[in-house]
């Protein structure tokens, strides 16, 4: 029994470190699909934010400070987006495509040209974010590994429900998705719409470049080329089976969290080959989209290009 509540324990540990980034991601990018503007970029804006988080960590010596730096870099890489797609009228995709070109090409450019190596130096414990009840509870158990977690694991379920509330309870939240549904309509109304989308875009690369330094600075201690592995595209795709709502996107994203805490689990037991194992976070996400993205309602005005009238 003990061993049972302990592997529990560890499961939800796992998927407690896996949850993050994806959900701050698909938070990020429910803000931006929802005003009309498709944003396949974020697996760059998690890149760059990634290697800010760990460069900036190296520097300040504060895992805060290097976290929320982490989420600006993602902001300003999609800015350039917001400006190429909403001002010019660029095919969105074919943006967000390049983007995830330009994140993780300008990040392994920056790192050789700082660090001399496409790795950036491992990050000291006291340069991480903190965790949640350090040192309180017993290492190894239940209670250890449930509570003894990165700060932010806790932190982004809070942000989820500051989603929701902005999403449907304001002001903001109805222009938001009232331009992502009639963008013509809502101008003859007096909304900037351009201005709703653009504050939009920068949020989502804000949180997945928040996303993005969260892996670096928690996850793993350092920034590598390959460190985000696809994370942008799942959280992409709990976007779509989680209906384009904030509060769907934080149940796909748990869903596919534990899928990577089970990873993470039977890995451990060296019973699966590790290369099989790997695939089962991106064979749920592949099985979720085939059964529910018919269901999804997207946007009316999601991708199409709005220019205002003269």
Same mark, same amino acid.
């Given at each position: 029994?003990?061993?049972? $509540? ?5 499961? $939800? ?19 931006? %699909?929802?005003? #009309? ?11 760059? /934010? ?5 460069? $900036? ?5 504060? &895992? ?21 797609? =909403? ?15 330009? @994140? ?9 040209? =700082? ?8 990050? %000291?414990?006291? *340069? ?6 350090? #040192? ?13 977690? *990165?700060?932010?694991? !806790? ?5 989820? @429900? ?5 999403? !449907?309870?304001?002001?903001? #939240? ?9 963008? %013509? ?12 989308? *653009? ?11 928040? /996303? ?15 460190? $985000? ?12 089976? &989680? +209906?384009?709502?904030? #509060? ?17 689990? =039977? ?14 976070? !991106? ?20 991708? +199409? ?6």
């Amino acid at each position: 029994m003990d061993g049972l $509540i302990s592997n529990l324990g560890l499961l $939800i540990n796992a998927t407690l470190v896996a949850t993050p980034p994806l959900l701050l991601a698909a938070l990020g990018s429910c803000f931006s %699909e929802r005003s #009309g503007v498709i944003n396949l970029g974020i697996e760059g804006m998690m890149t760059i /934010g990634a290697f800010s988080g760990a460069a $900036i960590g190296l520097v300040v010596g504060n &895992g805060w400070i290097a976290w929320l730096c982490g989420g600006l870099a993602g902001g300003l890489m999609a800015l350039i987006h917001a400006v190429v797609c =909403i001002q010019f009228h660029a095919d969105q995709t074919i943006a967000g495509t390049a983007i995830n070109f330009i @994140g993780p090409g300008l990040a392994l450019f920056l790192s050789k040209a =700082i660090f001399g190596s496409s790795d950036t130096p491992p990050l %000291e414990t006291a *340069y991480k974010l903190p965790r949640l009840f350090e #040192g309180v509870f017993e290492s190894g158990s239940f209670l250890g590994n449930v509570l003894n977690v *990165y700060s932010v694991a !806790y932190l982004v379920f809070i942000f989820s @429900g500051i989603a929701v509330f902005v999403f !449907y309870k304001t002001k903001f #939240g109805t222009h938001l998705r009232a331009v992502g549904e009639h963008p %013509e309509a809502c101008e003859s109304l007096g909304i900037n719409v351009y201005l709703v989308r *653009y504050i939009c875009v920068v949020i989502s690369g804000f949180m997945a470049g928040l /996303g993005g330094a969260f892996v670096t600075l928690a996850t793993i201690n350092q920034f590598r080329p390959n460190v $985000i592995v696809g994370q942008g595209f799942i959280a992409i795709a709990a976007v779509i089976f &989680g +209906k384009f709502s904030p #509060g769907g996107a934080m149940k796909a994203c748990l869903l596919f969290g534990f899928c990577s805490g089970v990873k993470s689990i =039977i890995t451990m037991s060296n019973i699966v080959s590790p290369n099989l194992i790997s695939m089962i976070p !991106y064979v749920v996400t592949l099985a979720a989209l085939i059964l529910f993205v018919g269901r999804a309602h997207t946007p009316a005005a999601n991708g +199409k290009i709005f220019e205002r009238s003269k």
